[in-house]
């Protein structure tokens, strides 16, 4: 009964703690809320959603630079001055960068498939554009005519004859079987691959885009399949031979990468920054236009702030936009080409779902802490999915909890779901990661649509992108402006949370033993933890730009309350 007072007691207590250090974190990123909500209408990014999702971007195809030129015409619009053409007074400015590429660029131009014999087109570009696998070689203009013959597996094609033949593909999928057209004179492959996750029995006329290497000296092509598509192709075979007409017209030629780079000069720490990444290519409309059009409306509302004077920033904010992972790493990268150094980095990708139609919820995809080591209780991986990370491999740091609180504050006000997964990489958060510089990805999943000629405007939600930008530039406005105040904040909710992270991996652990688990591996898990947030403490340090006292101070007073935390739950277990 003690026990069991004690515990009540214990937890009653956190919950005033956790109450009374939102209240703080709320008073802290309040003021910016106050300016952003008014502003961000969520216009500009939609009709630019609207703009780039009508193009099939790759880096350096007609799709991609027409993107770059309206994100540059719409900075020049808000204020943000060329580079070349800035002065030192300037604090908006903005640059475009120009690489010469190690490969072509493609785009597909047009594309259809009949059966021989049948009036209708079994695909058509004008709805599925994602029929060619990305770098397709053109056919001749009157096309492909051979027949179609299904082989099950690469084992299959042993002693097969696919000369002059066009292979649809059974287990393996392109990668199988593409020495058949290079070495045996198969004329094309045909493939289907959806994931469930896609519910492609219900989604009958999706295709996931695919991609072939490029090889200028064996041009060659391959087609996906929906599941639509797949069903009536099977249907034809199984009563004999089947001929199909396939027609194809991309274009490959050269071409050079861009990257646009905005900047917003601190005041008083501009060697110091947070950088915004948002991705141009894909061809669709969440993936990624909602970032690009999300991120530039943000863009434009500092500048806004700015001018009106009702804004002021310590430190730097940079906007990115280029090609995923290739144009962050570069630019994390190649410290000659910028001035201040990265402190945070924010990757938006698919940030404007549409969820009563997409599926899925909006998530912040967290820094590798001990969930993606081991994911138990209310931490669940996406479909996308992560390998199980090492204790070796954690980033501990005040990012997660410090930007899951502000957009549980918008979520809250906006009636907006907010989620979380461990980590799992695969955006522009890792590039920030691996270069030991804090990094989150905001995204969606799991989304029925995605990476499928089915992802366009309708799926996008412009209610979505105004939440997911107003909790973005809360965020960073706080922390662009931290000071010893925002540490003493920050090493509060930080505390409340490592006790409740604490008290939660208890409770699962104690199940976990009683069901035979080993003792040893549980302590394991929550003394991992701990360490988690004690490391994460002493990050609060980078808020100065040099060794603080006072923040010395609160951190060694909340590692020592930590601690005896730790200390009174292990003994229970």
């Given amino acids: 009964m003690k026990k069991s007072l004690y515990i009540l007691f214990t937890l009653l207590l956190f919950s005033i703690s956790g109450f009374s250090q939102k209240t703080a974190l709320n008073k802290s990123s309040s003021p910016y809320f106050d300016l952003i909500r008014p502003a961000f209408k969520g216009d500009l990014a939609y009709e630019t959603v609207a703009f780039v999702e009508k193009y099939w971007r790759v880096a350096g195809n007609t799709g991609f630079n027409n993107t770059v030129e309206l994100i540059a015409s719409n900075l020049e619009s808000a204020g943000y001055v060329l580079e070349e053409n800035a002065s030192n007074t300037d604090r908006l400015t903005y640059r475009i960068e120009k690489r010469k590429m190690d490969r072509p660029t493609w785009e597909p131009v047009d594309g259809s498939v009949q059966i021989i014999g049948q009036d209708e087109k079994l695909l058509d570009f004008s709805t599925n554009r994602h029929l060619m696998y990305q770098y397709s070689s053109s056919t001749l203009e009157e096309g492909v005519t051979a027949e179609i013959i299904y082989v099950k597996d690469k084992e299959a094609l042993v002693g097969l004859d696919v000369k002059g033949k066009i292979i649809f593909a059974g287990e393996g999928g392109y990668r199988a079987f593409q020495s058949a057209v290079k070495e045996k004179g198969a004329l094309g492959v045909f493939t289907y691959d959806m994931p469930d996750y896609l519910q492609p029995e219900k989604n009958i006329t999706s295709i996931q885009f695919r991609g072939l290497r490029y090889d200028a000296e064996n041009p060659t092509w391959a087609v996906a399949l929906s599941f639509e598509a797949k069903e009536k192709l099977m249907a034809a075979l199984s009563e004999g031979p089947v001929k199909v007409n396939v027609k194809i017209q991309t274009k490959i030629y050269e071409s050079e990468e861009l990257t646009v780079v905005a900047n917003v000069k601190g005041s008083e720490l501009p060697l110091e920054s947070l950088v915004f990444s948002a991705h141009i290519q894909e061809p669709g409309a969440n993936d990624n236009a909602t970032g690009v059009g999300t991120q530039l409306e943000m863009a434009k509302i500092t500048a806004d702030l700015m001018k009106q004077g009702k804004l002021n920033l310590k430190r ?74 090492t204790a070796e491999q954690m980033k501990p740091h005040y990012f997660n909890d410090f930007i899951i609180s502000v957009f549980e504050a918008q979520g809250e006000y906006a009636n907006w779901v907010v989620k979380t997964n461990p980590f799992e990489g695969g955006s522009d958060h890792t590039p920030f990661l691996r270069a030991d510089i804090p990094g989150l990805l905001l995204w969606h999943f799991t989304d029925q649509f995605y990476h499928t000629d089915n992802d366009r405007l309708d799926k996008v939600s412009q209610k979505t992108m105004v939440n997911v930008g107003t909790a973005a530039l809360a965020s960073a406005y706080t922390l662009l402006n931290g000071d010893v105040k925002t540490g003493k904040i920050l090493a509060d909710l930080l505390l409340t949370k490592a006790t409740q992270r604490l008290q939660v991996e208890v409770i699962l652990s104690k199940k976990a033993i009683a069901n035979g688990e080993d003792v040893a591996e549980q302590k394991l898990i929550i003394s991992t933890w701990k360490d988690w947030y004690m490391n994460s403490l002493e990050s609060i340090s980078d808020l100065s730009p040099e060794p603080n006292q006072q923040l010395e101070s609160l951190m060694s007073e909340a590692k020592e309350k930590l601690e005896g935390v730790y200390q009174s739950i292990i003994l229970g277990l």
């Fill in 316 to 389: 730097t904010l940079t906007f990115l936009w280029g090609d995923e992972i290739i144009s962050t790493r570069r630019y994390i990268e190649e410290e000659e080409k910028r001035e201040p150094e990265i402190n945070w980095g924010i990757s938006l990708d698919m940030v404007g779902e549409n969820t009563d139609v997409t599926g899925g919820t909006f998530l912040i995809e967290k820094m590798p802490d001990p969930s993606a080591i081991w994911t138990r209780g209310t931490d669940k991986h996406s479909e996308w999915g992560g390998s199980p990370m």
